[in-house]
């Protein structure tokens, strides 16, 4: 009897779960499920096992996996639950529980990397329904808004073959940095491509753009990550037919999210995997002439997903407008979401700065924080304070600047430089600032 009525009570939560999949939350499985055949080939002790975790608790059943595929103590354990239903939010959360003193980052001294002052693009996906193909965006294919059971972090996920445009963005600036994250399936496979950033010399329509048999001149970035590492390749053909191509790869995590950067300034492109400068091509583009922006798939099999795309403009002269101007204004120092933790991708700017400072010993600085208007007023008031307040331990314990040329403070969302109502203005008015006193 007792078995009996197990069946039914799993029977009955079955149904629930396959009736939530039309809840309007798309959620994905990067690691793919390994017990399918297992499954249908359950002996009858193994049935009874089910029924003993059932006994235990249904709940136990469906523990969230952490990136590495953990859940618990079990290896096996590969359901992904539905998150919550809270909206999307950038990086003003209202929360300030995490604190630069518990998870500090290790800082590459080499990482040059700085993010242009004028956002021109940012499409994190916050307004776009999952399910749904971004409408300002174009596409040969198909895709679809999803998130992870990990997080609520909105990706955009790519099938293996197509064009996808960015409506709002066609010729690119001759100084430039654009930015992106990317993450793959356990089952990528490490055949043809990844996703390609192609840059090619400007034309009517992108979508007609021909991989394989145009003769264009172009610069082409492709990052292709696997299960416990990432690929990447550069190509680049110039006007006079000159071409150029380099390969390389790096270990990760196991289905790391990884941030990829570029950086043009004028014919020379610096590309980044995380904090680490991958390729310098002094010559990359052509100097004579205009270039449009697409992105292409091109891989095998498994599944591929980007998000948090920043195209910004600029040449940042650090040094120059903290010295001679009295201010600078950034919006390439960011953190973890709804904390004062430092990305990693911050120390390119930081670095700068600290050298300002160490080049001019008597200047003395006041660091302010600045949020978006997303989240609690008074708790965006808190964690502007406390990520300026992280900004003046990183210069001094990484950087070896003396606190006691600095003194911190935090504006929240009190003074926006841009409206909130957008993705861009908001990227814009999350920004830290120096003053000279």
């Given at each position: 009897m007792k078995k009996t009525f197990l069946w039914m009570l799993l029977v009955v939560f079955s149904c629930e779960v396959f009736a939530q999949e039309n809840v309007g939350k798309r959620v994905i499985q990067r690691s793919k499920d390994q017990t399918t055949n297992?499954?249908?080939?359950?002996?009858?002790?193994?049935?009874?096992?089910?029924?003993?975790?059932?006994?235990?608790?249904?709940?136990?059943?469906?523990?969230?996996?952490?990136?590495?595929?953990?859940?618990?103590?079990?290896?096996?354990?590969?359901?992904?639950?539905?998150?919550?239903?809270?909206?999307?939010?950038?990086?003003?959360?209202?929360?300030?529980?995490?604190?630069?003193?518990?998870?500090?980052?290790?800082?590459?001294?080499?990482?040059?990397?700085v993010s242009g002052e004028k956002v021109i693009a940012y499409d994190n996906f916050e307004r776009v329904s999952l399910g749904d193909f971004p409408v300002d965006w174009n596409t040969n294919a198909t895709g679809e808004v999803v998130l992870f059971d990990e997080d609520d972090t909105k990706w955009l996920y790519l099938p293996n073959s197509g064009h996808f445009i960015p409506d709002f963005v066609n010729r690119v600036p001759q100084n430039f940095t654009l930015e992106f994250n990317i993450t793959v399936s356990e089952d990528f496979s490490n055949n043809m491509g990844g996703f390609k950033s192609i840059f090619v010399e400007e034309m009517s329509d992108r979508m007609a753009y021909?991989?394989?048999?145009?003769?264009?001149?172009?610069?082409?970035?492709?990052?292709?990550?696997?299960?416990?590492?990432?690929?990447?390749?550069?190509?680049?053909?110039?006007?006079?037919?000159?071409?150029?191509?380099?390969?390389?790869?790096?270990?990760?995590?196991?289905?790391a999210i990884y941030r990829i950067s570029m950086w043009r300034q004028g014919t020379r492109l610096r590309v980044y995997v995380d904090d680490n400068k991958v390729f310098d091509i002094p010559r990359a583009f052509s100097p004579d002439l205009n270039y449009a922006l697409l992105f292409m798939t091109n891989y095998?099999?498994?599944?591929?997903?980007?998000?948090?795309?920043?195209?910004?403009?600029?040449?940042?002269?650090?040094?120059?407008?903290?010295?001679?101007?009295g201010r600078f204004v950034t919006n390439s120092i960011t953190f973890d979401s709804g904390s004062d933790v430092l990305k990693t991708s911050s120390y390119g700017v930081l670095k700068e700065i600290a050298e300002t400072l160490q080049q001019n010993p008597t200047v003395r600085v006041q660091i302010f924080g600045h949020t978006d208007s997303d989240g609690s007023e008074k708790l965006n008031l808190e964690?502007?304070?406390?990520?300026?307040?992280?900004?003046?331990?990183?210069?001094?314990?990484?950087?070896?600047?003396?606190?006691?040329?600095?003194?911190?403070d935090g504006k929240g969302q009190s003074q926006p430089i841009a409206p909130n109502t957008t993705s861009e203005g908001k990227a814009q008015n999350r920004r830290v600032e120096f003053v000279k006193i």
């Amino acid at each position: 009897m007792k078995k009996t009525f197990l069946w039914m009570l799993l029977v009955v939560f079955s149904c629930e779960v396959f009736a939530q999949e039309n809840v309007g939350k798309r959620v994905i499985q990067r690691s793919k499920d390994q017990t399918t055949n297992r499954v249908e080939n359950r002996s009858e002790q193994g049935v009874d096992g089910a029924l003993n975790k059932i006994e235990e608790g249904i709940g136990s059943l469906f523990r969230k996996r952490d990136k590495k595929g953990n859940a618990g103590s079990s290896q096996e354990d590969n359901t992904w639950n539905e998150p919550n239903n809270q909206n999307n939010q950038s990086n003003e959360r209202g929360s300030t529980t995490n604190s630069g003193n518990s998870a500090r980052k290790s800082v590459n001294s080499k990482f040059d990397f700085v993010s242009g002052e004028k956002v021109i693009a940012y499409d994190n996906f916050e307004r776009v329904s999952l399910g749904d193909f971004p409408v300002d965006w174009n596409t040969n294919a198909t895709g679809e808004v999803v998130l992870f059971d990990e997080d609520d972090t909105k990706w955009l996920y790519l099938p293996n073959s197509g064009h996808f445009i960015p409506d709002f963005v066609n010729r690119v600036p001759q100084n430039f940095t654009l930015e992106f994250n990317i993450t793959v399936s356990e089952d990528f496979s490490n055949n043809m491509g990844g996703f390609k950033s192609i840059f090619v010399e400007e034309m009517s329509d992108r979508m007609a753009y021909d991989l394989h048999f145009g003769g264009y001149p172009q610069v082409i970035v492709d990052a292709h990550p696997l299960a416990n590492e990432i690929m990447y390749s550069f190509y680049s053909k110039s006007s006079t037919g000159t071409e150029i191509q380099n390969r390389g790869q790096r270990d990760g995590d196991f289905l790391a999210i990884y941030r990829i950067s570029m950086w043009r300034q004028g014919t020379r492109l610096r590309v980044y995997v995380d904090d680490n400068k991958v390729f310098d091509i002094p010559r990359a583009f052509s100097p004579d002439l205009n270039y449009a922006l697409l992105f292409m798939t091109n891989y095998w099999s498994g599944d591929l997903f980007v998000s948090d795309f920043k195209l910004a403009e600029g040449d940042p002269d650090t040094r120059s407008k903290l010295i001679t101007e009295g201010r600078f204004v950034t919006n390439s120092i960011t953190f973890d979401s709804g904390s004062d933790v430092l990305k990693t991708s911050s120390y390119g700017v930081l670095k700068e700065i600290a050298e300002t400072l160490q080049q001019n010993p008597t200047v003395r600085v006041q660091i302010f924080g600045h949020t978006d208007s997303d989240g609690s007023e008074k708790l965006n008031l808190e964690l502007s304070k406390k990520r300026a307040e992280a900004v003046k331990k990183a210069l001094t314990q990484d950087f070896g600047i003396d606190a006691s040329r600095m003194e911190t403070d935090g504006k929240g969302q009190s003074q926006p430089i841009a409206p909130n109502t957008t993705s861009e203005g908001k990227a814009q008015n999350r920004r830290v600032e120096f003053v000279k006193i």
